[in-house]
C-alpha cells in the first residue's frame, strides 16, 4: 500500500501541479496575443475611421465599398483581433476550446502563406502584370480616391519615379483644366522649389517639355520598374522577415500545443481525483 501511494504521490506531483515553465509559456502566450489584440483594435479603428471619414457608409458610396482600400484594413484588424483575442483569453482562462480554435486557424494562416509564396514565386511575370493594371488604374482614378492618392504619392515620392511605366502615362492634353498635359507635384524633383511650402503645381505642363529640360524638372523613371528594383535590392532583408514572422506563428503552435497538453493533463487528474 505505502509503495502504490507514494508511485500515486509522485505522478501527482508531476501532473496535478504546472510546472515553473508551464507558467511561463502561459502568460508568455498571454501576453503577446494582448499585444497583437491592441494592434488588431488600432488597425480595425483606423480603417473604420477611413471609411467614415470619406462617408463610404452613404448610400450613393455604399455600393463601391467593396473596392475601398480601407477595407482592407477593417477586415485584418478584426481577423486579428479575434485570432488573437481567443488566444489571449484561452490561455488566461486556460480554456481549451478557445486555445485549440486559436492553434487551428494559426496553422491555417501558416497554410496560407506558405501556398501564396509558392503561387507568388510560380508566376512572377503575371503578378507583374496584375501589379501594372493595378497602377494604371490608381493614375486614372488619382483625383478621385484619397486612398489611392496617398499610397501612388508615397510610392513615386520615395522611389523617385512618375507613372507606371514613364511620366506621360498621366493627364494627357485634352485633360480639362491645369491638369492637361501635367503630372502629379510628386513627380517633381524639388515640389518645394527651394522653398518651404509645397508646390502642387509644378508638374504643370511637364509633359510638354522635352527629355532633357524635363529631366530636371520631374522624375522620369516609371514606378513599376522602381518598384522591381526596390525588390531585388531589399530581397534579403524581405526573406528574413518572411522566416521570422513565419517562424513565430510555428513557435506559437508549439507554445499553444505545449499548454493544451499541461492543462489536459492537470484537468485529467483532478477528475480522476475527485471522481475516487
Known amino acids: 500500500m505505502s509503495l502504490l501511494f507514494w508511485s500515486e504521490s509522485s505522478v501527482c506531483v508531476g501532473i496535478c501541479h504546472y510546472s515553473l515553465m508551464d507558467y511561463f509559456l502561459k502568460y508568455f502566450l498571454f501576453l503577446c496575443n494582448l499585444v497583437f489584440t491592441v494592434l488588431g483594435l488600432v488597425v480595425l479603428g483606423l480603417g473604420m475611421w477611413g471609411l467614415i471619414s470619406k462617408e463610404s457608409f452613404a448610400q450613393e458610396k455604399i455600393g463601391s465599398i467593396g473596392t475601398d ?11 486579428l483581433t479575434m485570432l488573437c483575442l481567443s488566444g489571449c483569453v484561452g490561455a488566461l482562462r486556460e480554456n481549451c476550446c478557445l486555445l485549440k480554435l486559436f492553434s487551428a486557424a494559426v496553422l491555417v494562416l501558416i497554410t496560407i502563406q506558405v501556398v501564396v509564396a509558392i503561387i507568388a ?19 486614372v482614378h488619382y483625383q478621385d480616391d484619397l486612398d489611392l492618392r496617398f ?3 508615397e510610392i513615386q515620392s520615395n522611389l523617385q519615379c512618375c507613372g507606371c511605366d514613364c511620366h506621360d502615362q498621366y493627364y494627357n492634353c485634352s485633360a480639362p483644366g491645369v491638369l492637361a498635359c501635367g503630372v502629379p507635384a510628386t513627380c517633381c524633383v524639388d515640389p518645394l522649389e527651394n522653398g518651404t511650402v509645397w508646390n502642387s503645381q509644378c508638374g504643370v505642363g511637364a509633359q510638354l517639355l522635352d527629355e532633357f529640360t524635363a529631366q530636371s524638372v520631374i522624375f522620369l523613371g516609371g514606378c513599376l520598374g522602381g518598384i522591381s528594383r526596390w525588390i531585388k535590392q531589399h530581397e534579403g532583408v524581405i526573406g528574413t522577415v518572411a522566416i ?3 517562424g513565430v ?4 503552435v508549439f507554445i499553444t500545443t505545449r499548454l493544451l497538453d499541461s492543462i489536459q493533463q ?5 477528475h480522476y481525483n475527485m471522481g475516487g
Open 69 to 79: 482600400p480601407m477595407l482592407m484594413f477593417v477586415m485584418l484588424g478584426f481577423v
Open 244 to 246: 521570422i514572422v513565419l
Open 249 to 252: 506563428q510555428i513557435l506559437t
Open 266 to 270: 492537470h484537468k485529467a487528474y483532478l
Open 151 to 153: 499610397i501612388t504619392d
Open 121 to 139: 514565386y510560380s508566376l512572377q511575370d503575371q503578378i507583374g502584370g496584375y501589379l501594372r493594371s493595378g497602377m494604371l488604374a490608381a493614375m
